[in-house]
């Protein structure tokens, strides 16, 4: 009897697919419940699962976009939006934690700041970016947007901790296609970054990103340009 055979990547990306659909649906309870229970160590703890929550829907996003990239079914819906909604929509997504940390959030965004882009993908690999700059920060955040039309459009997150290890510093100034993903987490977060920025192209220019210290803040500092 011949065995059945089976496309292994095809079944990932589908039971990825299952499993984040009901990892947002646990995201949204787990802020219903930590509005109805009691300030003390109950939200301390719900706010904790909802970041770890975070970091795992965020993973299951990284594994489906470069699985439809490899396919060569990468979405990309370009359409204008303003980064003044799209960063509030952003913020509010992590408002648990960022409530239980005590981390203070201030942003530099013209209301009449626009840009063209995925929407989807964009406002993924910003939250990426958030969650990352949530985990390592003191206390604050800082989110400039700044729309240049010889420059193109750019944003950066600022954190007040002790910055980027030099490794990835490194790591960020590498091409995508060297990217080495053996490295962990943090080689994958670095690729979708890379590949997200790279699909947004305008008058034969690319999308970038940019790690660097010492930031307005003092600590890290991500930056994202779109042209």
Known sequence: MTQPTFDFSAILA??????????????????????????????????????????????????????????????????????????????????????????????????????????????????????????????????TVTVDEDKGCQISVHDNGEGFPNHMLKQAQVPMQKLDMNKGRTGLGLYFAHLIAQAHQRNDKKGFIELKNNGHLGGGVFSLTLP
Request: a negative charge; aromatic letters at 6%.
């Open 14 to 143: 589908s039971s990825a697919h299952d499993m984040k659909n009901s990892l947002c649906l646990l995201i949204q309870l787990i802020e219903e419940v930590s509005e109805q229970v009691p300030q003390g160590s109950a939200t301390e703890n719900m706010a904790k699962v909802h970041y770890e929550a975070q970091r795992i829907n965020s993973g299951l996003i990284q594994l489906l976009t470069l699985y439809r990239d490899q396919q060569g079914a990468l979405p990309l819906n370009v359409d204008e939006h303003y980064w003044d909604e799209v960063l509030e929509e952003l913020l509010l997504n992590n408002e648990v934690y960022l409530e239980q940390r005590g981390i203070s959030v201030t942003t530099d965004i013209g209301e009449s700041a626009v840009g063209y882009f995925d929407k989807d993908l964009i406002s993924h690999l910003l939250n990426d970016v958030i969650i990352n700059a949530m985990r390592y920060t003191a206390d604050k955040l800082f989110i």
